[in-house]
Each structure stands twice: as C-alpha cells, then as structure tokens.
C-alpha cells in the first residue's frame, strides 16, 4: 500500500484526478469505479473542467457505481446515480448509458446484486476504483463487520453512517435510508487499483486503523492491505493519527520516476 501524504484537499484531489486522467489516457476502453460523498468531489470537478478544455475525453470510458441506497424514488435527488451524474456524468462526454449501478429497486435484490457483480466482469472488471472512508471505517457501504470476501449485497448503515450522511437529507437522521446495496469487500478487491481519498480531521482515525491497524473486519477499510496496489491519499489533518509518516513521506519523495502512482 502507498501512503501519499499532501499538504490539503485541493492537493489531494490534483493528484487523484491526475490517476484519472492517465488510465482515460492510457486503456481504449477504461472502466471507472466511482464513489459518491464528498471526498472525490475535488476530483470530478477536476475532470469536468479538463473535459471542458479539451484536455481529457471519457467518451470510451464506462463506470460503475460502488453503492445505491435501498428505498428511495428513482427520480430522488440524493440517489447515488443521481449524484454521480449531477457531480461528473452529465457534465463530461462519458457515454449516459455506460454508467452502471446495482438495480437497489428490483424485486428480487440478490439476484440483482449477483448481476451486478457479473456485469462488472463483463465490463472486463475496474481499471481504477475510487474510494472514499466512513468515519467508522467502512469503504463503499461495506461497514462494520462485513466478510472481507463479500460481493455485492445489501447491508444495512450503521447509526453513524446515518448521522455522517444525514447532511445530504436536510439533517433529517431519520430521511437517511436504512439500506444499501453496496458492491463487496471481495468485489472492490477485484479491481486493478484501488485509490481512496481522505481529506480532514475527522478521517485520522479511521485512516490510522485501515492503514496501520490490524486486518480486520471491524475496519472494513483495512481490507486494502490485501490489494497489490492500494494508493491512500490523504492530506495533513487525515494523517495526523499516522504512526509512519516520516517513511510514507520519504517512499514518496524517492519514488522511482517511472514508477507512477
Ligand atoms: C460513497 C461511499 C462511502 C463514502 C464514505 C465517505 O459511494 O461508498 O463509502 O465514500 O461514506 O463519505 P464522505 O466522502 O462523504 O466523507
């Protein structure tokens, strides 16, 4: 796992949009793994304004979506495709009808969670998946002690995560959908590279358990340790509970020029 400690939000999200920006560049035909929240929102603002000056094209690319809340109207605002679209789909030339979600509407939800899983091996699987970090230390809505190998399902949010996200609800806790079905720890584990982002104060300690704390499914986040290639970008506030930043920083600074992150 590569630690990148920078300095603020802003650098973080230059830097994230900038892995972006080279797997659109690199692959005739990238599949993108998108989070929702607030954390990669520096990132497609990044993407939307290189879209707009040419600079970057999407127009071959796919994404899917990591998690969509059980319960609400499709046409409601604070859908996770809804969300996704009005923060970077409708506003670069990402193909509409190429981002993917799990059907969190459907009858029969495992059989739509078992599809959902098949179709992200169908897409040829995630080039890159961006990842954000609960407070309790979930990634995509795997909290708590959800099975390191799991695939997509449903789970139901804790109270904090609830009281984390009732910010997008009006601060109405009780609007806040109490399931979700979010791809699996073992699903998210599948894709090339995983690059979460974590920016403030309040990330420090969950950042401090995924990265240096036990593998455990208590920290659902910790199950990056297993990936090949894990990139963790955070900025000062979130590394403040970080036992190795001094080793982080230095691996940083003399990181080979070819190898990238
Ligand atoms: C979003 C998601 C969540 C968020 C996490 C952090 O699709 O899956 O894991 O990444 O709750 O949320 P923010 O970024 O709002 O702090």
């Known amino acids: 796992m590569e630690v990148v400690i920078v300095s603020d939000a802003d650098a973080a999200a230059d830097l994230v949009a900038g892995v972006i920006v080279a797997v659109l560049a690199d692959h005739p035909a990238p599949v993108l793994g998108l989070a929702t929240g607030s954390s990669p929102l520096g990132v497609y603002r990044r993407l939307i304004d290189a879209c707009a000056a040419g600079a970057l094209t999407a127009a071959h690319a796919s994404a899917v979506l990591l998690d969509e809340y059980v319960g609400l109207p499709s046409d409601h605002a604070e859908t996770y495709r809804a969300f996704i679209r009005g923060e970077l789909v409708d506003h670069i030339d990402l193909p509409s009808e190429r981002l993917f979600g799990p059907d969190a509407a459907?009858?029969?939800?495992?059989s739509a969670c078992r599809e959902y899983d098949r179709l992200i091996r169908d897409l040829g699987g995630v080039d890159v998946q961006l990842l954000g970090i609960g407070t309790d230390g979930h990634v995509g809505f795997n909290e708590p002690g959800s099975s390191l190998a799991s695939r997509t399902r449903i789970k139901t949010l804790t109270r904090a995560t609830r009281v984390d996200n009732a910010r997008w609800f009006d601060d109405h806790v009780g609007d806040v959908p109490r399931h979700v079905?979010?791809?699996?720890?073992?699903?998210?584990?599948?894709?090339?590279?995983?690059?979460?982002?974590?920016?403030?104060p309040e990330k420090a300690e969950p950042i401090a358990r995924a990265v240096e704390g036990p593998l455990t499914a208590m920290c659902p986040a910790s199950v990056l340790q297993l990936h090949p290639h894990a990139t963790v970008v955070v900025d000062e506030p979130a590394a403040a509970r970080l036992d190795r930043v001094d080793y982080y920083r230095e691996a940083y600074e003399h990181k080979p020029g070819w190898q990238r992150l």
């Open 181 to 200: 079905v979010t791809q699996g720890l073992g699903t998210i584990l599948e894709a090339r590279h995983l690059v979460l982002i974590a920016t403030g």
């Open 106 to 110: 459907a009858d029969d939800l495992a």
